[in-house]
């Protein structure tokens, strides 16, 4: 049996829903009267095999980044558990970990003492983050200056350069422009060429999944419909949104 380096048992994540709220009718209101709920992630459970690249699909809304952000550790799940087996991990997603104040320059240091890297290991992969990024001055500048496509650029730079045990990728594959996303699937395909990486990727793009993952998980309304082969579990996904279009 192959080494677990994700193990999420019984995992249940609950958004309390915001709409028409105030801090005042939150003070004044009456015992017992609740604030709506909304549960993202329904009791999920699944392991992923140490070395393994797990692909994520589901339509919008279906708890995908939600499950992918508290496998990171961006937040704690209301119940059940999330185990990495002391692995590193780090997340790969659009505004996820960036303080949009500070030059890009900056968020590498801090993005990467988050990941748990010192400034000397920043450091030496600093000029190597930057070139991959190739944002140019743009790097001394404000990351509230950015573009979506530049965002993400330097977002996929750290990650892919200051390597973790797992990586957890949300959507970025396909943002950017079409050179830079040959040349982002390029690397991503070195990374988890090794085979003590562990990579979990959400994303709608079926090509990317069937390429590059050994299972596909399919999640709707926050519950896995299915967990197996790319080939068939893809294709059940595809008739599915097919007839939801009809």
Known sequence: ??????????????????KNFSIQRNLLRRDGEKAEEFEAVKGMSFQVEKGEI??????????????????????SPNSGTIDLKGNSVSLLSLGVGFKDTLTGRRNI????????????????????????AELGEFIDRPVKTYSSGMYSKLAFSITCNLE??????????SVGDEGFQMKSLAKMESLIQDKDRTVIIVSHSIETLEDLCDRVMWMNDGIAVEIGEPEKVLKKYQEYMTLRTE
């Open 109 to 132: 240091y801090l993005s990467g003492m988050l990941l748990g890297f010192s400034e000397r290991e920043i450091r030496e992969k600093e000029q190597e983050i930057i070139d991959f």
């Open 54 to 75: 797990l692909g994520i699909v589901g339509r919008n809304g279906s708890g995908k980044s939600t499950l992918l952000r508290a496998i990171a550790g961006v937040f």
């Open 164 to 173: 973790t045990d797992i990586m957890l990728v949300d959507e970025v594959l």
């Open 1 to 18: 049996m192959k080494e677990v380096a994700i193990d999420v048992r019984d995992v249940k994540i609950i958004y309390k829903l915001m």
